[in-house]
């Protein structure tokens, strides 16, 4: 399924274009857009403070458009959104992509890690982003008054606070009202910005002459490299437009960029410029401090921090959002343990809740506030996440063309190149701001890399073991069927495996010594696509003596909801499932530490903490409470 067809889709679902484009403007963009509050000033004052002359401003502003021309408008409107796996976006999407083509490559693996490692990232950014989009607009307040500085975090944390808190109940009501404040919101930037560019229209030209940045690298060349490091803020969100085209479709989200959300930043970005030149040294030297709440008239200002605290409550809303999906999506591709997750929505199955996620996500955003104590501070903890998420879908993108697209290598080398270049050099100036924060998306990044991996090793090798001892069905059919009791009803044992007989299975035979008269062993396969078809997604195995294999097959976006596929069976093996005569028998494990290769000591302790806290079957399957019996056993890995 192309993206062409997941958007014509889309279309009939949700409605028009418009409809499409205008619910795109105000979910999708909102990280991007809350960049002008930002971008411009902490090129200025940040770490590397720049010289407030025609020079440097032109230079900023000039970096700041071929930035946007180069990652978001080619590399990721452009060429990512056409890498889509029937229709989604996204790093694990793109990684489950290229691993169907790449799974026996000799690098195989390395695009595993690459893609593991930008969603750990991804964890980094869904915590700053709140921090430093809603401080930076509260912020807003000591421009209005400077007696207000003293309540900015006690504002802020409040804000952020009441944010996470509302995540169990849902978005959709709110949800609603994102597109027409997002609307209000980039139409006010552009206004404002406009305003000052008339006055001094050859701002925009400066914007377009890729000279200004050049001649900024000849005067001032390491000031210049250090300075990309805050310039790249100007472009955060870019994957956001990529990991949300399966909600939209790519058309909606190309015209919106195109036709609104591009114009409207740049137009604000050229007004901060024009106001710092037209300023006197003293004057601009105050401007700059907040240039884009100074753009505005004194008497707009109270209005514009509100409208641009809502802006980055809404821009945080869709990080969180995107945290719980990526989640979702990491379970059902076996890198994370099952965790609760509740779905608050009866007609959108996207709109999901995962309560650790949530808490988890809130504790740290709180941390980062009371760390850092203002977004300048933040920024320099901001762009190293970004910039390395973007290098690695720039390695992942070199694979596609060459294993995947299969594109010819005079058009995929100078396309790369320039890629690489651009976001190394995005990357490698962010490198210089660990000691001042960068360090910290860093050691959530290695964190998470650390629980994913471990996850999936540990996965990987306690299904090993149990393969390992596992008795072929077929012998166990025929020993069992004629030996053992049978009773009435229907038992469910679950498997990870599609092969041999369950443990659940065999304590059951070896404790109770009975058998139902039919019995089925369930297995659930997650496929590495996002969707798979009704038609598609059972497959009935008669395995005689009234035992049955039935394999479930769901994609990675998809919830695994058993009973209700089970009755969608119309007696394929015998009667209708009735779930008040049915029971469902699952095996718990209890890992034991062996000498066996597998993990290091500490990675399977820490394995094991994890599988404990992981969500039952049970809970993640959606199986009936009362008709499910829990079997232990133990695994040495």
Known sequence: MSAQTTASEGEDRHGSIAKLTLGAIGIVFGDIGTSPLYAFRETFVGPH??????????GVISLIFWSMTLVVTIQYVSIMMRADNRGQGGSLALLALISRSTERARFGKIVVVLGVFATALFYGDSMITPAISVLSAVEGLTVVNPDLHGFVIPIALTLLVGLFIIQSRGTAKVGAMFGPVMLIYFTTIAVLGLSQVVQHPEVILAMLNPWNAVQFFIADGRIAFLALGSVVLAVTGAEALYADMGHFGPRPLRISWFWFVMPALLLNYCGQAAMILNLDADGAAAAIQSPFFVLAPEFLRLPLVFLATAATFIASQAVISGAFSVTHQAIQLGFIPRLSTVHTSAREANQIYIPVVNWALMIAVIILVLTFRNSSNLASAYGIAVTGAMLIDTALLSVLFFSVWKWKPWVSIPMLAVFFIVDGSYFAANITKVPDGGWFPLVVGLFAFTLLTTWARGRYLMRQRMQEAAMPMEIFVKSAANSATRVPGTAIFMSS?????????LHNMKHNKVLHERVVILTVLIKEVPWVDTAERCKVI?????????????????????????????????????????????????????????????????????????????????????RVVELGSQVEI
């Open 49 to 58: 403070p720049l010289a407030l002359d025609p020079l440097h401003v032109y």
């Open 497 to 505: 495996s599609a092969a041999g007989v369950p443990h659940a299975l």
């Open 542 to 626: 008669d395995l005689s003596e009234g035992f049955f294999r039935i394999v479930l097959k769901y994609g990675f976006m998809q919830e695994t909801d058993i009973p209700r596929a089970l009755g969608e069976l119309h007696h394929v093996c015998g009667p209708e499932f009735d779930m008040m005569t049915t029971s469902f028998f699952l095996s718990r494990q209890t890992l034991i530490a062996a000498d066996r290769p597998g993990m290091a000591i500490w990675r399977e302790k820490l394995f094991s903490w994890m599988l404990r806290n992981s969500a039952t079957a049970m809970e993640f399957f959606r199986l009936p409470t009362n």
